[in-house]
């Protein structure tokens, strides 16, 4: 950040008087520019023993495969989110079951939620996705995944799947899994 977006003067990054980091810092308008972590919501939608993927249209991971997820926007609700990234990359309606995959990721500053859904009609691509496509266990790209939240997400599902109890499973990707993840895609 260079400017104030409320009165667009020049910012400066130090640490504000009772705080312990730094943050952008107005001195015109005095405003302090809070950064926090953003929320992508998403879904693991199911019809039979089938899983829904995406194959990504868009940067980053172009052509890798996916759960339909992306970036809260305000004024909605975390699964009103989920629902509605469903319909924006995979043209599908779903009802929304429990949140299933809760992921820390702080070295970029993201939380993954994914929820389990069952689909309730047909689907398509919509125009962030180059093809949409149900996957049995066997079928799944597990090598042209596109992001570690996902592999994670799938392989809690088959695990939990034996005895149909899928309890939310907390857990975080660390920096270092990311690069693991990303040297051997
Ligand atoms: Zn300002």
Same mark, same amino acid.
């Given at each position: 950040?260079?400017?104030?977006s409320?009165?667009g003067? %020049? $910012?400066?990054f *130090?640490?504000?008087?009772?705080?312990?980091?730094p943050?952008?810092?107005c @001195?015109?308008c &005095?405003?302090?520019?809070?950064?926090?972590?953003?929320?992508?919501?998403?879904?693991?939608?199911?019809?039979?023993?089938?899983?829904?993927?995406?194959?990504?249209?868009?940067?980053?991971?172009?052509?890798y495969?996916?759960?339909?997820?992306?970036?809260?926007?305000?004024?909605?609700? %975390? $699964?009103?989110? *989920?629902?509605?990234?469903?319909w924006?990359e995979?043209?599908?309606?779903? @009802?929304?079951? &429990?949140?299933y995959?809760?992921?820390?990721?702080?070295?970029?500053?993201?939380?993954?939620?994914?929820?389990?859904?069952?689909?309730?009609?047909?689907?398509?691509?919509?125009?962030?996705?180059?093809?949409?496509?149900?996957?049995e266990?066997?079928?799944?790209?597990?090598?042209?995944?596109?992001?570690?939240?996902?592999?994670?997400?799938?392989?809690h599902?088959?695990?939990?799947?034996? @005895?149909?109890h899928?309890?939310l499973?907390?857990?975080?990707?660390?920096?270092?899994?990311?690069?693991?993840?990303?040297?051997?895609?």
């Open positions: 950040m260079n400017f104030c409320h009165c003067q %020049t $910012v400066r *130090a640490i504000p008087a009772g705080d312990d980091r943050r952008y810092l @001195d015109a &005095g405003s302090i520019h809070y950064q926090n972590p953003r929320i992508v919501a998403g879904t693991l939608p199911v019809s039979g023993s089938r899983i829904l993927l995406c194959r990504r249209a868009i940067s980053p991971r172009k052509g495969w996916t759960l339909p997820a992306g970036f809260m926007e305000n004024a909605e609700t %975390t $699964v009103q989110a *989920a629902a509605r990234e469903t924006e995979a043209c599908a309606e779903v @009802d929304i079951h &429990g949140l995959t809760l992921i820390n990721l702080p070295h970029i500053n993201q939380v993954y939620m994914i929820f389990r859904a069952e689909l309730t009609g047909g689907f398509s691509a919509g125009p962030e996705s180059l093809e949409v496509a149900l996957f266990e066997h079928e799944i790209p597990w090598d042209e995944l596109a992001f570690p939240t996902i592999e994670r997400t799938l392989r599902f088959y695990a939990d799947r034996g @005895d149909g899928y309890p499973h907390i857990s975080d990707i660390t920096a270092e899994d990311r690069e693991r993840y990303f040297g051997s895609a």
